[in-house]
């Protein structure tokens, strides 16, 4: 699975879009992006994910980029309750169930402030 | 109903004793994960399990044993504890997607 790059941490104030990005630029073709956060002290929690196409949820919006080397994640309005480790992972498609596992790197802190 | 749920949520311990961790899942799912997330938040795979079958060992000691009695179950237990197994332990399940994982709240061991 390829490796991917995120920025350590980032800021965001309460209403406003946080987008947070992600480097994966050895991915290949049948490698989707994850994403998932972790929530102080709580088991991490999927978000979304996709392979080329631009993708949104209840939760996110992911902006995959034509190269597909890079991505980013959108919380449209965060709140103080998206405070919380996040973290992109990449993953082939072709370890479906019994051999998929994650490769969590040290993702991206975001900070909500008021 | 949780999905995913651990016990115990905290476990301390002396070094040297056996300790066991729970996890059941009654999401139907068929493949669970131990993942083990020491003091610097590094999350790590320790081993996977589809349908009582050992599928993944990441090189874990052999202190660590997993036992699946079921597909809904997948308990760790662990022999001769030591400091450095001090982390918090986190039982997962995946679904239909390959990368869409379900995990329990967590098992915070702390080993003295």
């Known amino acids: 699975d390829a490796k991917t790059t995120q920025p350590p941490s980032m800021d965001c104030a309460e209403g406003r879009a946080a987008n947070l990005p992600c480097n994966h630029s050895t991915i290949s073709g049948n490698e989707y992006v994850y994403w998932y956060r972790q929530i102080h002290s709580q088991g991490p929690q999927y978000i979304i994910h996709?392979?080329?196409n631009n993708e949104t949820n209840e939760m996110a919006s992911l902006i995959i980029t034509e190269d597909r080397k890079s991505s980013t994640l959108i919380l449209p309005h965060a709140t103080l309750r998206d405070t919380a480790v996040y973290y992109c992972?990449?993953?082939?498609?072709?370890?479906?169930?019994?051999?998929?596992?994650?490769?969590f790197g040290t993702g991206t802190r975001l900070q909500v402030t008021l | 109903d949780t999905a995913v749920s651990q016990t115990p949520k905290y476990l301390v311990t002396q070094m040297g004793n056996d300790k066991s961790i729970k996890c059941e899942q009654n999401?139907?799912?068929?493949?669970m994960y131990w993942y083990k997330q020491d003091s610097k938040k590094f999350l790590k795979i320790m081993f996977s399990y589809n349908n009582k079958e050992l599928i993944i060992n990441e090189t874990v000691p052999n202190r660590f044993s997993p036992k699946s009695p079921d597909k809904a179950h997948l308990n760790l237990h662990i022999n001769s504890l030591e400091l450095g197994d001090s982390a918090v332990y986190f039982c997962a399940s995946i679904g239909r997607l390959a990368g869409e994982q379900f995990f329990g709240p967590g098992t915070r061991l702390t080993v003295l």
């Open positions: 992972i990449a993953i082939s498609a072709i370890n479906t169930g019994t051999a998929s596992k994650l490769t």
């Open positions: 999401l139907g799912h068929d493949t």
């Open positions: 996709g392979l080329k």
